[in-house]
């Protein structure tokens, strides 16, 4: 289920019997056709063990389950919209930053603690995402929420990247992520970047970072 971009803004998704779209409740901006829309307690995730798990990991952002057959259009708060195709492979990215996605996606948690350790718990309490991350995985698309534009980067072997924690959106493929200090007597003394930490991606992979370190 495709989505097909409009502007920077909003996304446009073709609804088809038989298929199942979900979205963040309040993002439909408008719609053609016979659409159903219902809340959904457990998000995409299997049974109610995925509702539970969602919740234990602070990752319940409201969504809604969309069917039925016609045109859908989504958008929220203005922010600038990235669709993400998805061929097998994981997705990486923050709960409230899912504007929609394909139903046919497997949607998971990921203890952020288990990459990077003590630092990857750390990375969570700097840029306010909590210690859990989203993950969406198959074959689909998914559209995700940032400030300004976005832009990809990618991540090979041996050339690590690294991104403001605050403008870290998602990221996608075999990737490490750690939280480094980049505390020196600059910073100390008040003549520093003010960039303290900085978030490390090493692997195989690519990460999507966005033009503001302003979070959602």
Do not use: C
């Not at 980067?153 to 403001?164: A, F, K, M, N």
């Amino acid at each position: 289920m495709p989505f097909n971009v409009l502007n920077s803004r909003m996304v446009e998704a073709q609804v088809q019997p038989g298929q199942t779209l979900f979205s963040q409740r309040g993002a439909m901006l408008a719609y053609r056709g016979e659409v159903r829309f219902t809340p959904s307690i457990t998000g995409g995730q299997r049974g109610v063990m995925g509702m539970i798990g969602r919740r234990v990991a602070g990752e319940a952002t409201p969504l809604m389950t969309v069917e039925g057959s016609g045109t859908v259009m989504f958008g929220h708060g203005g922010h600038h919209v990235e669709v993400i195709h998805l061929a097998g492979d994981k997705l990486y990215v923050e709960s409230d930053r899912l504007l929609a996605f394909d139903g046919s996606l497997r949607q998971g948690t990921m203890f952020m603690g288990s990459q990077g350790g003590v630092m990857g718990i750390v990375r969570g309490q700097v840029t306010g995402q909590g210690l859990f991350t989203t993950t969406l995985e198959g074959h689909g698309s998914a559209a995700v929420m940032a400030h300004g534009g976005v832009i990809q980067l990618p991540i090979v072997p041996g050339r690590p990247v690294h991104v403001d924690p605050q403008a870290y959106v998602a990221h996608r493929g075999d990737v490490r992520n750690k939280l480094s200090a980049a505390l020196g007597w600059r910073e100390m003394v008040g003549r520093g970047s003010g960039e303290a930490f900085q978030l490390e991606l090493s692997g195989t992979g690519t990460v999507y970072v966005q033009a503001s370190e302003e979070k959602l």
